[in-house]
């Protein structure tokens, strides 16, 4: 289909332009869509690599090249800068996908002269919990050579969005061709000490491995993908709908006679439903966890548990359901309505949060999800409006029945109704 349209817009420009024209806007064409640097992004820089990538967060990529004859991996990896006083950093992590263990080169200003400077870092568990400050040492991998070069050259200034460049030469382990790369930036150097990153999304989510020989991403960055992608799902549908449902089914259907019993089959099947949903939504997102130990969502981690805490008791609460004639009864009733809302409050909360944690702040998604809440909502008022008419009028017509006003008028109508039967019968 590209080659399609590449040919459509020839033959247009062929008809519609001068030949002058037509050459230099033609050449233009292929240029863009031929050029190495644009298909490839970065893999041509001062010298060329044979793969490149772009990483999936911070707008930050890498090119490489790798030699299998002696496992040499040449890379230079492209970041850009947070603060003029911040740092840039990019590692590998032998071991597994995180922050944790990894070996990296940290490029920052130097603190006495302003330029540019490159020092190696490990990546230890005291750091990640902030118990010590980041301190250089030697790196315990084979590496060959570093260096790090601003954008623009010599005359170029460290600022807000400058661009920066990491090359190194490292040996590789023997047949490994698969590594976890890491990467990261900040606001601030204490020294020649680099501060704890932001903790946002897109910060948390630089860790992806790669196969250099293939040039392709592995597997489990993929079925991670999925996964994410299916928790969400069953979560929003489970927690931050099918529950309101629920709930809504309870409130504005138990006092109508046409409705019983069938509305307390209803919402108990769909609390049922949305509560094992969400259960198995909350299993994927534990095992979510455990495939990314270096990415925390702490907050929306506590709603998680709170709501799957809240749905359980609610659950279990079926099951200790007093007759209508027990004096317990109302208890059990405040309990129930009060765990209840409060479940379905926690769980919207989280879905939002979930939201903003798999990037969807502002997408269509959100809006959505927001459309259908408010849709939701619109109809708790409505029905809220027509409960309170309702049960205002049945107040009304108690008062006048204790006062004897109805049943007079009741009487009243009837003889007036059998004096007009009797007057049309003679």
Partial sequence: MIHIFHLNLSLFLAFHLSPPNMNMILQLIL????????????????????????LPSQQASIAWTFHPRNSTLELVFFGTFISPTGWVGWGINPTSPEMTGTRSLIAFPDPNSGQIVLLPYILDPTVKLQRNSLLSRPLDIHLLSSSATLYGGKMATIHDGASIRIYATLRLVPNK????????????????????HPTTMNDLSSVLTVDVLSGTESNSHNNGET????HGIMNGVSWGILLPVGAVTARYFRHM?????????????IQLTAFLLGAAGFGIGIRLGEMSPGVVYGFHRKLGFAA?????????????????????????????????????????????????????????V???????????????????VNSWVMFCRKAKEEKLRRQGIIDHHDKDSQSSKNNISSSILL
């Fill in 31 to 54: 240029f863009i869509l031929f050029s190495p640097a644009v298909v490839s992004g970065h893999c041509t820089t001062t010298k060329t690599f044979q793969k490149c990538m772009t």
């Fill in 308 to 364: 799957l805490s809240l749905g359980g008791l609610q659950t279990l609460a079926l099951l200790f359901r007093p007759k209508t004639t027990n004096k317990f009864r109302k208890y059990w009733k405040s309990y129930h309505h009060f765990v209840g809302y409060s479940c379905v409050i926690v769980g919207i909360v989280n879905v939002f949060q979930g939201l903003e944690v798999m990037g969807e702040g502002r997408s269509y």
């Fill in 177 to 196: 061709t698969k590594i976890h790369f890491v990467w990261n930036r900040g606001l601030y150097v204490q020294g020649y000490s680099p501060t704890i």
């Fill in 257 to 269: 006679q046409a409705a019983r019993p069938t509305w307390f089959y209803a919402h108990a099947g």
């Fill in 366 to 384: 959100k809006l959505g999800y927001c459309l259908s809440l408010s849709t939701l909502i619109g109809i708790c008022v409505a029905l809220e």
């Fill in 227 to 230: 996964l994410k992608l299916i």
